[in-house]
């Protein structure tokens, strides 16, 4: 084992701090890779990060206002809003990885490493009305093609998987990632159109 090898074997595991999301009839299952760590936090739930186009980008698709699920006033995010359009909508949420380690000690995927991923089997079986996965980047994308046996499909589409489980590719919502709002507002706007959710 080479001396950088056991400096990364060294570094603390994080465990995922918050269970599956999954309301009744859950539809979709949407990933991302693991949060940012908790100082990054307006609130405990997925998404924390008020600079993450998630939240805004999911009030454009589902109510027309980027800033509908905001608290009054406020940059933060509401999260029992986001929980009522979640459980409206029928879209469960989870992330790829159960337990990391930060490389760098920051929330890049870059420098992310996915100790343990999640048992999306096992997750899957708690949907049975779930027939598709969407994976918000290219490493949850990467993780999921790993755990389904698939390739990774091109940003916007879909793969099917040996089950008949569509596993789709959507754009980031990580302000790092170079497309502007409205834009990923519209892929995952056909996402949801295809899946009978709009």
Request: proline residues 9%; glycine residues 6%.
């Amino acid at each position: 084992m080479t001396d950088e090898e056991k400096y990364i074997e060294n570094m603390p595991l994080e465990r995922h701090p918050w269970p599956p999301f999954i309301p009744d009839g859950a539809k979709v299952l949407i990933m991302g890779t693991f949060p940012p760590g908790a100082h990054r936090w307006n609130m405990d739930f997925y998404y924390p990060n008020r600079t993450n186009d998630f939240w805004p980008m999911m009030g454009l698709v589902f109510l027309g206002d980027r800033d509908a699920l905001r608290l009054p006033g406020s940059k933060d995010y509401n999260p029992e809003a986001i929980k009522r359009l979640l459980t409206e909508h029928q879209i469960a949420l989870n992330d790829t990885g159960r337990e990391v380690r930060r490389l760098k000690g920051n929330a890049s995927d870059k420098y992310l490493e996915i100790v343990t991923p999640v048992p999306l089997r096992v997750l899957l079986s708690e949907m049975p009305s779930c027939r598709a996965v969407a994976t918000t980047g290219e490493k949850a994308a990467s993780v999921i093609a790993s755990l389904t046996d698939t390739e990774v499909p091109r940003m916007g589409s879909f793969v099917t998987d040996s089950t008949g489980l569509e596993i789709w590719r959507m754009p980031s919502t990580s302000r790092a990632y170079p497309l502007k709002l409205d834009k990923k507002a519209e892929y995952y706007t056909g996402m949801f159109k295809h899946i009978g959710l709009l």
